[in-house]
């Protein structure tokens, strides 16, 4: 019985463990800490220098924040280690949900435009 029971185990942890490892997790770790790094130097030395507009740094840092929620969610909520069905029954909504806002900004910038000529 016991035998059983760690073959089964052993069966989870390839399909999940191979990925994360302390190794891997320092990787991304320091990848987070990079994006975060270069997030700052545009704010707090382009910017404020006026080497960059702000119109240009804020689709850099929307960028550079979706490229850092790609990683948490791959890696530290395991989305990269799981079946294509999964991820595409979160990714596809959440699709969904920006398209939304961002039609909804355009129209509410149409009505603000009628009320203020």
Do not use: C
């Not at 463990?17 to 991304?28: F, R």
């Not at 770790?29 to 030395?45: P, S």
């Not at 069905?85 to 509410?108: A, C, D, H, K, R």
Request: charged residues 15%.
């Amino acid at each position: 019985m016991s035998s059983h029971t760690d073959v089964a185990h052993h069966d989870h942890d390839h399909d999940h463990g191979e990925g994360m490892t302390a190794k891997k997790i320092w990787q991304v770790f320091f990848v987070l800490l990079g994006i975060t790094v270069i997030e700052f130097i545009i704010a707090l030395y382009f910017v404020e220098k006026g080497y960059i507009d702000r119109s240009i740094a804020n689709p850099i840092y929307i960028i550079l924040t979706l490229a850092k929620a790609f990683y948490i969610v791959a890696y530290f909520m395991h989305l990269k280690f799981e079946k294509v069905g999964l991820v595409y029954s979160i990714i596809v909504p959440i699709l969904f949900i920006i398209g939304l806002i961002l039609v909804l900004t355009n129209e509410s910038h149409h009505w603000i435009g009628l009320r203020h000529p």
